[in-house]
């Protein structure tokens, strides 16, 4: 006889496949693609930049971003500055009072734990997991700022779960419905495989991004419509409340082209 734990498990609805999640992401990189080919910051650099982009937008953050480096012309100077100038340097991308001493504070503590250098690059070299676990040491560094940097600034296959990724992961059930989103870095990593953690990365922010909104999904029009469980409920609730899904998105129309690369300052796009 099964006991009520086992039987609660039995009714669980599986997750999505890793063989699914790869057809999905070739789906949404057919519908974004191709995304530009990723232009790098040094790992301390993308640090700095993930603690700028919290709670503002990619322009904001990019703004704040140029300023401080114009300002300040290196991060060991920022790491040697006044919180009040950094404040001032950073105020376009908002939070400026929470963001200054948190960017002094986890490059103080890069300096004292790595022999006064704020070189991260040496973290290339480790094993994922040690890299993952030397990051999270720092202050505020969570799962998804470590992936980001390990991802983004060091090309190493790191999952970096945002509020985005984690919707559509849920509505797809790329996860299950009660995995938080740190466990589900874990998670997504174990489906994916390293070469495309990028590509998973850059898709779902898009589909997130652009279709499949917290609010007014457009699930009518969606690229992963036939595989998506909650494409039902979701449109029944729309017609229900008399929202349009078809609603688009301020940055124009969804289809090839128009992905946009999540993480790095709009001012290194288009460079040299
Ligand atoms: S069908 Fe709707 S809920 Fe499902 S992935 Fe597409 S937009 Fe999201």
Do not use: H, N, Q, Y
């Given at each position: 006889m099964p006991t009520q734990a086992q039987t609660k498990k039995q009714r669980r609805s599986p997750t999505m496949s890793a063989a699914r999640v790869a057809r999905a992401v070739e789906l949404m990189a057919q519908e974004y693609g191709p995304f530009p080919a990723e232009r790098r910051l040094p790992p301390t650099e993308e640090m700095v930049f993930t603690i700028l982009s919290q709670h503002t937008s990619d322009v904001n953050s990019g703004r704040a971003f140029a300023r401080l480096m114009d300002r300040f012309g290196s991060l060991e100077a920022v790491a040697r500055g006044d919180i009040s100038d950094i404040e001032e340097a950073i105020a376009p991308g908002g939070l400026a009072k929470v963001k200054a001493p948190r960017i002094r504070e986890v490059l103080d503590k890069v300096l004292e734990l790595n022999g006064?250098?704020?070189?991260?690059?040496?973290?290339?070299?480790?094993?994922l997991a040690e890299a993952k676990a030397w990051l999270r040491q720092l202050p505020g560094i969570g799962p998804k700022s470590a992936g980001i940097v390990l991802n983004f600034s060091l090309g190493m296959p790191a999952m970096a779960i945002d509020t985005h990724i984690y919707r559509v992961c849920q509505r797809l059930r790329a996860?299950?419905?009660?995995?938080n989103a740190d466990k589900a870095h874990d998670v997504m990593e174990a489906k994916v495989p390293p070469e495309e953690v990028f590509n998973f990365h850059v898709a779902f922010i898009n589909h997130g991004r652009r279709v499949c909104r917290a609010q007014h999904p457009l699930c009518s029009e969606c690229v992963v419509g036939e595989m998506c469980p909650s494409r039902g409920k979701l449109m029944a609730k729309m017609a229900k409340t008399g929202?349009?899904?078809?609603?688009?998105t301020a940055s124009g129309p969804?289809?090839?082209?128009?992905g946009t690369l999540p993480h790095v300052p709009p001012v290194l796009i288009g460079t040299e």
């Open positions: 006064g250098s704020l070189d991260l690059s040496f973290l290339r070299e480790m094993p996860i299950d419905a009660r995995t929202k349009s899904s078809r609603i688009r969804v289809g090839a082209g128009s």
